[in-house]
T-cell receptor
Framework: AQTVTQSQPEMSVQEAETVTLSCTYD???????LFWYKQPPSRQMILVIR??????QNATENRFSVNFQKAAKSFSLKISDSQLGDAAMYFC???????????FGKGTKLTVNP | NAGVTQTPKFQVLKTGQSMTLQCAQD?????MYWYRQDPGMGLRLIYY???????DKGEVPNGYNVSRLNKREFSLRLESAAPSQTSVYFC????????????FGQGTRLTVV
């Protein structure tokens, strides 16, 4: 079974600084997708960014970007110019090609200090 | 746009009681899911439905039943609640197929005493 590991239960960053959240995954498949979801205190899960495994180019969405290292099975999230509104739980998730199911990591709680 | 709507948002049950969590989506999505979120455990899949009329077990299905009533609605039933089922429950939906964005409801916080 595929597993997703987030090794940092908590992280903190100063406002306007950059922070990187780590994620590794275990799969023997070649066709899959990776996601980062954000869960603010409101509990609402929000998609931050998505990466297709077949794409070599790292995905970016405004201040959010990923470092996708396929051989190392690593998928880290970089948040640039951190804002107070970025404070949340961040979940890394995996979806195998041909399957609808999302497998989540245990999450990283990000605190943004003013 | 309502998106994914879950009811209720909060519930307290006594051990052994039963209840049904309701979920409805208005995005015409094919697939729907139920997850539970526990501290330090992330989200774990309970059941999912790839299309109307089909349901499949996820990672933690024991103690739960589901019904895909129609394309819009997917309910989760606890027949005899146990304290171990205290959790936050999330319903989600998407078009189906790998790689599609999942849209989540706001969750139901369930406490079993």
């Amino acid at each position: 079974a595929q597993t997703v590991t987030q090794s940092q239960p908590e992280m903190s960053v100063q406002e306007a600084e950059t922070v990187t959240l780590s994620c590794t995954y275990d799969t023997s498949e070649s066709d899959y997708y990776l996601f980062w979801y954000k869960q603010p205190p409101s509990r609402q899960m929000i998609l931050v960014i998505r990466q297709e495994a077949y794409k070599q180019q790292n995905a970016t969405e405004n201040r959010f970007s990923v470092n996708f290292q396929k051989a190392a099975k690593s998928f880290s999230l970089k948040i640039s110019d951190s804002q107070l509104g970025d404070a949340a739980m961040y979940f890394c998730a995996y979806s195998q090609g041909g399957s609808e199911k999302l497998v989540f990591g245990k999450g990283t709680k990000l605190t943004v200090n003013p | 746009n309502a998106g994914v709507t879950q009811t209720p948002k909060f519930q307290v049950l006594k051990t052994g009681q039963s209840m049904t969590l309701q979920c409805a989506q208005d995005m015409n999505h094919n697939s729907m899911y139920w997850y539970r979120q526990d501290p330090g455990m992330g989200l774990r899949l309970i059941y999912y439905s790839a299309s109307e009329g089909t349901t499949d077990k996820g990672e933690v299905p024991n103690g739960y039943n589901v019904s895909r009533l129609n394309k819009r609605e997917f309910s989760l039933r606890l027949e005899s609640a146990a304290p171990s089922q205290t959790s936050v429950y999330f319903c989600a939906s998407n078009w189906g197929g790998a790689g599609t964005e999942a849209f989540f409801g706001q969750g139901t916080r369930l406490t079993v005493v």
